[in-house]
């Protein structure tokens, strides 16, 4: 009968104890959002990984300060640089106040500062509320039917500081509906910019108050609430670009950013990533190290974002290393495969731009019809054995190609392969004692003649 009882008892137990598990592990379990703003790959999975979500809807019972202005629709079927005011359309979305417009005419792309609002930054060092802000003015302004810009001056398009950015209230209209909206002060009323000299612009007045509407409201970045898209780790978050542009300000710090792997080499990757401004790609050198897992990961094709040291000295040049790799539980700032199977494509240059553009150095890129004229091969003990250094001339200008140690059918490629040849090249735009170079990884990159 004790026997029977005590079973029983041990039964209920056993029940419990599975039914208990089972809740602590739901509990524990990351429920899958409704509304993903961004995803990444984990590294070693096919799984989509939460990188932040951001979701806004304003309360339709607060003012629409976006309607409150008028758009003079008198006169918007010319170009805008001509007489301050023109339908536009996009031609690329930069940030939250940044933005390329096609003129009437498509006869020029207009670089676009908007009046008013200053938005934290989403290119080059990130801010937070940056992200959500480009996104929000990417919302308005890819579903418009029609755009307009409009100037603060009646007839006169004025520029920037920089003279190269139009500053310019932006209109849009949606679809079915026939009234025109006031981006720069959608934005300020929804909390997604600081005022820049709001006050004195043209609807200075309604801007104003649309702003403090949105402090008052504690909308998004007034909110006093960490922006779920932006990175609070140790590291920099910034661009590629602002990297590289900016080594002294960098070196030695702790930086994290994303990108594209082009090439493979010496232990280490060649990333780059396009900006949307200059129209431009901008490379840098990551080292892996010695980490079993960097393999994995650092692999031309993968989209990457990781944090790591920039370091700029005398012995290796400016770079990235002090990456960290986690298949199981990746932090923060390991580094993490963003997408696979990117294709990857040289940018076009001429011999002038390897020779005189610096801020080429580290990206991917091509060069045509280069005359083989004398060539110099590295003998030596180490990995280099083999590697030629072919003088080139590009139309009187000269190119210096660089190889690795070549192979073709298991043998090593020697001088008679490109003596007195024409070839096109894809390869990495580097240097070599403070001299351009294109550094040549593989046969298949190169064409000869």
């Not at 419990?16 to 899958?32: M, R």
């Not at 139009?166 to 910019?193: F, K, M, P, Q």
């Not at 970045?221 to 779920?228: A, T």
């Not at 190290?289 to 700029?312: I, M, N, Q, R």
Request: hydrophobic content about 35%; overall charge negative.
């Amino acid at each position: 009968m004790k026997n029977k009882k005590f079973i029983k008892i041990l039964s209920l137990l056993t029940v419990v104890s599975v039914l208990l598990s089972a809740v602590l592990l739901s509990s524990c379990q990351k429920a899958p959002p409704a509304v993903t703003d961004a995803e990444t790959t984990s590294a070693g999975t096919d799984q989509p990984e939460d990188a932040g979500v951001w979701e806004y809807t304003r309360d339709p019972s607060l003012p629409d300060f976006a309607t409150r202005v008028k758009l003079n629709a008198s006169n918007i079927d010319g170009d805008f640089e001509k007489t301050g005011r023109g339908r536009v359309t996009v031609e690329q979305f930069i940030d939250g106040d940044t933005v390329h417009f096609w003129n009437n005419s498509k006869s020029s792309v207009i670089k676009a500062r908007f009046l008013a609002i200053d938005t934290p930054e989403s290119t080059g060092k990130v801010e937070p509320w940056g992200k959500p802000a480009s996104r929000y003015t990417k919302s308005k302004l890819e579903k418009a039917a029609e755009i307009v810009l409009e100037s603060s001056t009646e007839g006169v398009a004025e520029v920037d500081s920089t003279g190269e950015r139009y500053l310019c209230w932006v209109w849009y209209r949606n679809t079915g509906d026939d009234t025109w909206r006031n981006l720069n002060i959608e934005i300020l009323s929804d909390g997604l910019a600081m005022g820049k000299s709001t006050s004195s612009t043209l609807y200075g007045t309604v801007a104003m108050e649309a702003l403090t509407s949105a402090r008052n409201e504690k909308l998004n970045l007034y909110s006093g609430k960490k922006d779920p898209l932006f990175y609070y780790g140790s590291a920099v978050e910034l661009s590629i670009k602002s990297l590289v542009l900016n080594k002294s300000t960098y070196s030695g710090t702790k930086v994290r950013f994303e990108g594209v792997v082009t090439k493979e080499s010496g232990g280490g990757i060649y990333m780059e990533s396009f900006d949307e401004d200059t129209q431009q790609y901008y490379g840098v050198y990551v080292y892996g190290g010695f980490a079993a897992l960097a393999p994995k990961f650092l692999v031309p094709g993968y989209k990457l974002l990781l944090t790591g040291t920039a370091d700029d000295n005398e012995s290796f040049g400016f770079q990235v290393s002090g990456l960290s790799f986690s298949l199981i539980n990746p932090t923060d700032d390991d580094t993490k495969i963003l997408e696979k199977d990117v294709a990857v494509k040289p940018t076009l240059i001429s011999a002038k731009d390897l020779n005189e553009n610096e801020t080429l150095e580290n990206t991917f890129v091509r060069l045509e019809n280069l005359k083989v004229t004398s060539i110099y091969t590295t003998q030596s003990t180490t990995d280099s054995d083999g590697a030629m250094t072919l003088t080139c001339d590009a139309d009187g200008t000269t190119v210096t190609v660089r190889t690795v140690r070549l192979t073709q059918d298991g043998k090593t490629v020697t001088e008679e392969y490109f003596s007195g040849k024409t070839i096109s090249v894809n390869g990495i735009s580097t240097t070599y004692n403070g001299k351009p170079q294109l550094k040549l990884f593989t046969l298949a990159d190169c064409e000869v003649k």
